[in-house]
């Protein structure tokens, strides 16, 4: 049986496990890493759309990789709230990479799906995430997946149905 001094040692500041925390963090990181992936797939695509749809599709390209840096920056800021350091350098984002990156995308339904499919594979990442922060009761780090989660899911559903594919 753990003494009193030895339970408070086992959590963190926040009240959370001291080792699930740390491998919180270090997951939060593999999704920082990815989320920067997706943002420059975002970047390339908004300069280099072509076609008919041009002006919408850049103005929705635009209003994602926004959206993207701002979720970025709140993954960083989990991280460090965790006590973990928030990777920041190309050399960690590839190695840490996950989706596929996209090269030169100027056609509207390769655009789409690049971000349909980059969109499932965060929301793998951030399920495991959910599942692991759940099992400690860390509602921060919950609350920010569920958010990200049902957002991408509706623009999955979104592009889909922009796409004409059935879901």
């Given at each position: 049986?753990?003494t009193?001094?030895?339970?408070?040692?086992?959590?963190?500041?926040?009240?959370?496990?001291?080792?699930?925390?740390?491998?919180?963090?270090?997951?939060?990181?593999?999704?920082?890493?990815?989320?920067?992936?997706?943002?420059?797939?975002?970047?390339?695509?908004?300069?280099?759309?072509?076609?008919?749809?041009?002006?919408?599709?850049?103005?929705?390209?635009?209003?994602?990789?926004?959206?993207?840096?701002?979720?970025?920056?709140?993954?960083?800021?989990?991280?460090?709230?965790?006590?973990?350091?928030?990777?920041?350098t190309?050399?960690?984002?590839?190695?840490?990479?996950?989706?596929q990156v996209?090269?030169?995308?100027?056609?509207?339904?390769?655009?789409?799906?690049?971000?349909?499919?980059?969109?499932?594979?965060?929301?793998?990442?951030?399920?495991?995430?959910?599942?692991?922060?759940?099992?400690?009761?860390?509602?921060?780090?919950?609350?920010?997946?569920?958010?990200?989660?049902?957002?991408?899911?509706?623009?999955?559903?979104?592009?889909?149905?922009?796409?004409?594919?059935?879901?």
């Amino acid at each position: 049986m753990k003494t009193k001094k030895e339970k408070e040692q086992a959590t963190n500041i926040l009240g959370l496990p001291v080792k699930e925390t740390e491998v919180i963090a270090a997951e939060l990181n593999i999704l920082l890493s990815n989320f920067q992936v997706y943002y420059q797939n975002l970047r390339g695509i908004h300069w280099n759309i072509r076609g008919k749809r041009f002006f919408d599709l850049h103005v929705k390209f635009e209003e994602l990789y926004n959206d993207a840096q701002l979720k970025i920056d709140m993954i960083a800021e989990r991280v460090l709230t965790l006590g973990g350091s928030p990777l920041h350098t190309f050399e960690d984002y590839i190695k840490n990479n996950r989706l596929q990156v996209g090269k030169n995308v100027s056609k509207d339904v390769d655009a789409v799906q690049l971000i349909m499919s980059s969109l499932s594979d965060l929301l793998k990442i951030e399920r495991v995430i959910l599942d692991e922060s759940d099992k400690i009761n860390d509602e921060g780090t919950n609350s920010m997946m569920s958010d990200f989660i049902t957002e991408q899911e509706k623009t999955i559903w979104m592009m889909k149905a922009w796409s004409e594919e059935e879901i």
